[in-house]
């Protein structure tokens, strides 16, 4: 089993659909959470850092299930720049090392 | 902000050839990290650095070393570049749970290496 696993995608949204994205991950050491963007040809970027309680950054709202080991990703009102690679992230082993799980990313294209 | 760099966008390389790769971070982070990324196969960690003149394995460490003189600059090295190293590689940094209370990573645009 992966340690970090999501659906590759593609997902096709029009402009203005609500789009989820789910991960699971198989370490429940693990206490670090993010959702990364990265755009095609280009490095990685933090989107943002998840948080027990869930969080919300303007139309993006991540949430995190510890006991069924689940993150989520919520983009509401999808632009066409928003069309990226997502990756789901977690840390390894508690943080002991600070090293990071990337999943292999999940493909957006927002289509006009 | 947090800036990384690396020494070239884009390098071609014969096979045979030793190959260095350069990343400097100018944010004093604790850690850097070496990544090659792939296809389907996500980023995957070769190398990384808590500290100077440290180092730890990764997850595909063979065909490369690194090192790390200073603080700011770590550096990966093919000893004899092969043609299945053709991909592109990422430098990261983090200031470290310790250090900030986080380990989110903070990368470099990238060097698509192709080896011939």
């Known amino acids: 089993r992966k340690e970090v696993e999501q659906d590759p995608g593609p997902f096709n949204v029009p402009e203005g659909a609500t789009v989820a994205f789910n991960c699971t991950y198989s370490?429940?050491?693990?206490?670090?959470f993010f959702w990364y963007r990265q755009d095609c040809r280009k490095e990685p970027k933090l989107l943002m850092s998840?948080?027990?309680s869930g969080n919300e950054d303007g139309r993006f709202t991540a949430q995190l299930n510890r006991a069924s080991q689940y993150i989520s990703l919520l983009i509401r009102d999808s632009k066409l720049s928003d069309s990226a690679t997502y990756l789901c992230?977690?840390?390894?082993?508690?943080?002991?090392?600070?090293?990071?799980?990337f999943g292999t990313g999940t493909l957006l294209a927002v289509q006009p | 902000d947090v800036k990384v760099t690396q020494s070239s966008r884009y390098l071609v390389k014969r096979t045979g050839e030793k190959v260095f790769l350069e990343c400097v971070q100018d944010?004093?982070?604790?850690?850097m990290f070496w990544y090659r990324q792939d296809p389907g196969l996500g980023l995957r960690l070769i190398y990384f650095?808590?500290?100077?003149?440290?180092?730890e394995k990764g997850d595909i460490p063979e065909g490369y070393s690194v090192s790390r003189e200073k603080k700011e600059r770590f550096s990966l090295i093919l000893e004899s570049a092969s043609t299945n190293q053709t991909s592109m590689y990422l430098c990261?940094?983090?200031?470290?749970?310790?250090?900030?209370?986080?380990?989110?990573?903070?990368f470099g645009p990238g060097t698509r290496l192709t080896v011939l």
């Open positions: 650095s808590y500290d100077v003149k440290m180092k």
């Open positions: 992230v977690v840390n390894e082993r508690g943080g002991a090392t600070n090293k990071l799980i």
């Open positions: 990261a940094s983090s200031p470290g749970l310790a250090a900030s209370g986080t380990d989110t990573q903070y």
């Open positions: 944010m004093d982070h604790e850690n």
């Open positions: 370490n429940s050491a693990s206490q670090s």
């Open positions: 998840v948080y027990s």
